[in-house]
């Protein structure tokens, strides 16, 4: 059954050409599918990456004058809250203002003055008068006038338009509704439980009065920005079909469709305006809600997307969201960031230090607001009051020392240094470059002017040198557009990640407190770029902090800030917007907040800043079609290549087919044993190759079995080389057996026994080192020279090993040698006499069944010359008493190895002789051979090479008589 299966098999199968044509089917179909799939990809994100690119600029855009809609609305409410405070403030101070009696301005006390001029007594006439105090004076009407006359410059400088005077007034009116219910909110700013029910209630419907009214100021504040904005986002290639950015702000709303937009780019094209009229929801409004939720979570420095369907058509959602004071806010996404990646331990050097003075500061905070309130009841201004002064001179020294202990945790200054030594050496290499750059033009331009002139005298060419100064001119403006990039940052650090982030942390909270204390007036959009990039920016920074504080300090007016002559205010570009003691308590809460905690000042400054989200809604319609169109002109294509081929493999195949027939055909012929065939080498593909190592194979064949026969033949003639037969002289006095398997068929381990007289046999063994013919070749020439040394008179063991090794060391090359073994055996005594030039330990087994190793050692024969090697053999002898027995060997027994490499070893011998005790010498090797045959699994009765590691030689003698 199973021949027949063999023989129905190979006729059912499939044959080469078809399992070639079928891989190629498959191989090619799978190139299909992963061609399309990354081609798919690989369009979707060159898509993804167009629409952001065109979603960057005009959300950008938005987000910037969406801030700055709301940079003019806190101006305009500011300025009411001022107007509100200022008549609050004037009933609020009067109990602080001072009562002095002064001469009042009439003519009576005029004519007195005469009177006295002349030496007369004379009585004025005195009224009461109420002066400002520290505490009683506040913002003049002439303060807010300066205010909203740049508050207007802005508006026209932001619109790019004159706004009139009605339209400033209604504007002005719609920020007083915002600001007198600001107002009303301020009762309401205490702790949450300390609240009532109705009083939450109130602030709750208060707030979203704010909101909506807000709204409204915003929305008058965009009619007039509308045709500046159009113009911006029509120069920056906006598209309205594809892209439609919505703003909203922080208001709460069920339904979006309901929430009032800041901004709307449909609303300024037509085309989306006729849409917008009809609208539907845009995306699902579930998910409106949860990205809107998750937004506002706190995370709102992640920006998020979503896909969705709208009529039929596939969109994405981006929201984003829209920052004021780009500077606090830049700072603290550093140092969020910064601490998302975990890297170093900056953070926590920082914070160790932080925290230390966050108590210290906070105590000091509550001595000076506690000493604060005494004055103000006492209406003694505080920079004339001692232990106010020393308690703020205290807080400052503790803020100092702090900042001074965080720069030197986070070694800021050590870093700086070594970046911006690393920056001046760029600056430096740039610069040799242009040098040598130049030096070399000039050299070249020199050889090309004498290259003309020889030219015109013997016809050369200067290709090489024009080739080399175009070379030296490319170095030229890359050294030289190097130092122009280096040079706009030579001072700066940004570009460094530790550098920013300590300059963040260090700064944020000055930041803060100017952010709090001016309203700004001007853009901040690059505000932070100066401090990064130059050292006079972070002077400035710092002497902007210092000024600011010093104001909050020195304490010598709420709304007075001076300036030292010749220097710029922190507050240039827009005005004060809090009291000095608003924003003293604004940076005692700024000093006494950690930065880096999970609830930390960094993360409250951010979601403080926050003043609404845009979301970008992208139609990837037309781009996905694109994709569509290459993708199917792409699919078309590759399959037009597959038909091709898989036809081209079926045709190829079918020429390789036939040959490889060819090939199969003589390859039976030889397996037959034809050796005389040849295989078609035609032609130089693998085939061919294929052919020609056959062909070649061939020929080793044909080698190998001449040699096969020549190797059987010296196998033969080895045979006749070891003893036939036992001596004569052994019978009823001993039994002598040998046993010899070559690894290579032949080999260099010998035995013998030779009867010498009546009463003697001599016992030979020998093992020449590596194998095969040369081995056996040493091999033989040994025995014969032991045979003739055999057959002198006097016999002497050592004499014979001496000779043999002479000649062994004259006639052989250095990496022959031969380990030796010769016996002399007494038949008479049982006495045996050995002498070992470097064979292994021979075996030796009592009557008893108890097996030992007998003494060995020595030098190899051929090794040394006679002078050393006469010093390593000694003659040992042992006695066999009737029933012993004596076993010498080759280490091919004692090293044979099975498949896991484990050799057979000296305690198996030894244990395997003990277990042959009373057997025959031919027995006992007939055991350890079939021992071996099933350490090793190879055949050792086979003629011809084995498997062994090694030749195996074996001699055993045991002694007759009674036991």
Same mark, same amino acid.
């Not at 179909?29 to 979603?55: G, H, M, R």
């Not at 009214?213 to 986002?233: A, N, T, W, Y």
């Given at each position: 059954m199973k021949n027949l299966w063999q023989r129905i098999l190979?006729?059912?199968?499939?044959?080469?050409?078809?399992?070639?044509?079928?891989?190629?089917?498959?191989?090619?179909?799978?190139?299909?599918?992963?061609?399309?799939?990354?081609?798919?990809?690989?369009?979707?994100?060159?898509?993804?990456?167009?629409?952001?690119?065109?979603?960057?600029?005009?959300?950008?855009?938005?987000a910037h004058n969406v801030g700055e809609l709301h940079r003019i609305a806190d101006g305009?409410?500011?300025?009411?809250?001022?107007?509100?405070?200022?008549?609050?403030?004037?009933?609020?101070?009067?109990?602080?203002?001072?009562?002095?009696?002064?001469?009042?301005?009439?003519?009576?006390?005029?004519?007195?003055?005469?009177?006295?001029?002349?030496?007369?007594?004379?009585?004025?006439?005195?009224?009461?008068?109420?002066?400002?105090?520290?505490?009683?004076?506040?913002?003049?009407?002439?303060?807010?006038?300066?205010?909203?006359?740049?508050?207007?410059?802005?508006?026209?400088?932001?619109?790019?338009?004159?706004?009139?005077?009605?339209?400033?007034?209604?504007?002005?009116?719609?920020?007083?509704?915002?600001?007198?219910?600001?107002?009303?909110?301020?009762?309401?700013?205490?702790?949450?439980?300390?609240?009532?029910?109705?009083?939450?209630?109130?602030?709750?419907?208060?707030?979203?009065?704010?909101?909506?009214?807000?709204?409204?100021?915003?929305?008058?504040?965009?009619?007039?920005?509308?045709?500046?904005?159009?113009?911006?986002?029509?120069?920056?290639?906006?598209?309205?079909?594809?892209?439609?950015?919505?703003?909203?702000?922080?208001?709460?709303?069920?339904?979006?469709?309901?929430?009032?937009?800041?901004?709307?780019?449909?609303?300024?094209?037509?085309?989306?305006?006729?849409?917008?009229?009809?609208?539907?929801?845009?995306?699902?409004?579930?998910?409106?809600?949860?990205?809107?939720?998750?937004?506002?979570?706190?995370?709102?420095?992640?920006?998020?997307?979503?896909?969705f369907t709208y009529r039929s058509q596939p969109h994405e959602a981006r929201f984003s969201p829209i920052y004021v004071n780009r500077p606090v806010v830049e700072r603290a996404r550093k140092i969020l960031a910064y601490q998302a990646k975990g890297s170093g331990d900056l953070l926590e050097k920082f914070a160790a230090v932080d925290q230390k003075y966050i108590k210290l500061l906070k105590e000091a905070a509550d001595r000076k607001s506690e000493r604060l309130k005494v004055l103000r009841e006492k209406s003694i201004p505080p920079y004339k009051d001692a232990e106010f002064m020393n308690l703020s001179a205290e807080y400052r020294k503790l803020a100092e020392k702090r900042d001074a202990e965080l720069l030197a945790a986070t070694n800021y200054k050590e870093l700086e240094k070594a970046y911006l030594d690393a920056t001046a050496q760029r600056l430096k290499e740039a610069r040799n470059s242009r040098a040598a750059a130049e030096k070399e033009i000039k050299n070249i331009e020199a050889q090309l002017k004498s290259a003309e002139k020889k030219k015109t005298e013997a016809g050369q060419s200067s290709e090489e040198l024009e080739v080399a100064l175009e070379k030296q001119k490319k170095n030229l403006d890359d050294a030289e557009r190097s130092m122009q990039e280096l040079a706009l940052v030579e001072t700066g650090i940004g570009g460094n990640a530790e550098l920013e982030v300590i300059e963040a942390l260090y700064s944020l909270r000055n930041a803060a407190l100017l952010a709090r204390t001016r309203l700004s007036l001007v853009s901040e959009q690059s505000a932070l770029d100066s401090v990064l990039k130059t050292a006079s920016g972070r002077k400035n920074r710092d002497r902007e902090f210092a000024m600011l504080r010093q104001f909050v300090y020195e304490a010598r007016s709420e709304t007075d800030f001076k300036v030292p002559r010749g220097q710029?205010?922190?507050?240039?570009?827009?005005?004060?917007?809090?009291?000095?003691?608003?924003?003293?308590?604004?940076?005692?809460?700024?000093?006494?907040?950690?930065?880096?905690?999970?609830?930390?000042?960094?993360?409250?400054?951010?979601?403080?800043?926050?003043?609404?989200?845009?979301?970008?809604?992208?139609?990837?319609?037309?781009?996905?079609?694109?994709?569509?169109?290459?993708?199917?002109?792409?699919?078309?294509?590759?399959?037009?290549?597959?038909?091709?081929?898989?036809?081209?493999?079926?045709?190829?195949?079918?020429?390789?087919?036939?040959?490889?027939?060819?090939?199969? $055909?003589?390859?039976?012929?030889? /397996?037959?044993?034809?050796?005389? =065939?040849?295989? !078609?080498? #035609? *032609?130089?593909?693998?085939? +061919?190759?294929?052919?020609?190592?056959?062909?070649?194979?061939?020929?080793?064949?044909?080698?190998?079995?001449?040699?096969?026969?020549?190797?059987?033949? $010296?196998?033969?003639?080895?045979? /006749?080389?070891?003893?036939?037969? =036992?001596?004569? !002289?052994? #019978? *009823?006095?001993?039994?002598? +057996?040998?046993?010899?398997?070559?690894?290579?068929?032949?080999?260099?381990?010998?035995?013998?026994?030779?009867?010498?007289?009546?009463?003697?046999?001599?016992?030979?063994?020998?093992?020449?080192?590596?194998?095969?013919v040369g081995p056996a070749l040493v091999m033989a020439m040994t025995r014969s020279q032991l045979h003739a040394a055999l057959r002198e008179k006097e016999i002497s063991l050592k004499q014979i090993l001496l000779k043999l090794n002479e000649q062994l060391y004259e006639e052989t090359p250095a990496n022959i040698f031969v380990t030796f073994f010769l016996a002399l055996y007494n038949l008479k005594t049982g006495e045996l006499q050995y002498v070992s030039a470097g064979h292994s330990k021979p075996l030796f087994m009592t009557a008893a069944g108890k097996a030992k190793y007998l003494e060995a050692g020595g030098m190899p024969l051929g090794m040394d010359d006679n002078d050393f090697f006469a010093t390593t053999i000694e003659l040992q002898k042992v006695k066999l008493a009737p029933g012993d027995t004596f076993l010498q060997y080759t280490d091919g027994l004692s090293e044979a190895m099975n498949p896991e490499r484990e050799q057979f070893g000296y305690e198996r011998m030894q244990a395997e002789l003990q277990s042959l005790q009373g057997q025959a010498p031919d027995a006992v090797l007939a055991a350890l051979a079939n021992a071996i045959e099933k350490f090793t699994g190879t055949r050792l009765d086979q003629p011809g090479p084995s498997a062994l590691s090694d030749d195996i030689a074996l001699v055993c003698l045991k002694r007759q008589g009674d036991i």
């Open positions: 190979p006729a059912i199968s499939p044959g080469i050409r078809l399992k070639l044509t079928f891989f190629t089917l498959f191989f090619v179909s799978a190139l299909l599918v992963l061609s399309f799939l990354l081609s798919y990809i690989t369009q979707k994100n060159e898509l993804s990456k167009s629409l952001d690119n065109e979603v960057k600029v005009p959300l950008n855009m938005v305009l409410i500011q300025i009411e809250i001022f107007n509100l405070r200022r008549k609050q403030s004037a009933e609020k101070a009067r109990r602080f203002k001072k009562t002095v009696m002064v001469k009042e301005q009439t003519i009576g006390n005029r004519w007195r003055n005469l009177v006295k001029t002349f030496g007369g007594n004379v009585k004025y006439t005195y009224e009461a008068q109420r002066f400002d105090t520290y505490f009683s004076s506040y913002l003049t009407e002439k303060n807010l006038k300066e205010f909203e006359t740049l508050l207007k410059s802005f508006i026209d400088f932001t619109l790019n338009t004159t706004v009139s005077a009605k339209q400033f007034n209604s504007l002005r009116a719609a920020a007083a509704r915002v600001a007198e219910i600001e107002q009303r909110l301020e009762a309401y700013k205490k702790a949450e439980d300390q609240k009532s029910e109705a009083e939450k209630k109130e602030e709750k419907r208060l707030q979203s009065l704010v909101s909506t009214r807000r709204g409204q100021l915003i929305d008058l504040l965009r009619k007039p920005f509308e045709p500046l904005f159009v113009s911006r986002l029509e120069q920056a290639s906006f598209r309205p079909g594809t892209i439609r950015i919505l703003s909203y702000g922080n208001e709460d709303y069920k339904d979006y469709r309901q929430a009032p937009r800041m901004l709307d780019t449909a609303s300024f094209f037509r085309q989306m305006a006729r849409e917008r009229k009809q609208e539907e929801a845009l995306f699902p409004q579930e998910s409106f809600r949860a990205y809107r939720e998750a937004f506002f979570s706190g995370e709102q420095n992640a920006a998020q997307s979503a896909e710029v205010s922190p507050l240039a570009g827009g005005v004060l917007a809090v009291s000095r003691t608003e924003a003293e308590d604004y940076m005692h809460d700024l000093d006494t907040i950690a930065i880096t905690e999970q609830s930390g000042l960094a993360r409250l400054l951010l979601r403080e800043n926050v003043v609404g989200f845009n979301i970008s809604i992208i139609n990837k319609e037309e781009g996905f079609e694109r994709i569509r169109k290459a993708t199917q002109t792409l699919l078309i294509f590759l399959s037009i290549i597959a038909v091709l081929a898989i036809f081209a493999a079926w045709y190829f195949s079918g020429v390789a087919v036939r040959r490889i027939a060819s090939l199969s $055909a003589t390859s039976a012929l030889v /397996r037959d044993g034809n050796l005389k =065939v040849e295989f !078609n080498a #035609k *032609g130089y593909d693998e085939l +061919a190759t294929l052919g020609k190592s056959l062909n070649g194979m061939v020929e080793g064949l044909r080698e190998r079995e001449e040699m096969r026969g020549e190797l059987m033949a $010296a196998e033969e003639i080895q045979k /006749r080389l070891l003893p036939s037969e =036992v001596p004569k !002289n052994l #019978k *009823g006095r001993a039994d002598i +057996a040998g046993f010899y398997k070559a690894m290579a068929g032949v080999g260099g381990d010998y035995f013998d026994y030779i009867g010498l007289g009546s009463d003697f046999v001599a016992i030979a063994m020998g093992d020449v080192s590596n194998h095969g």
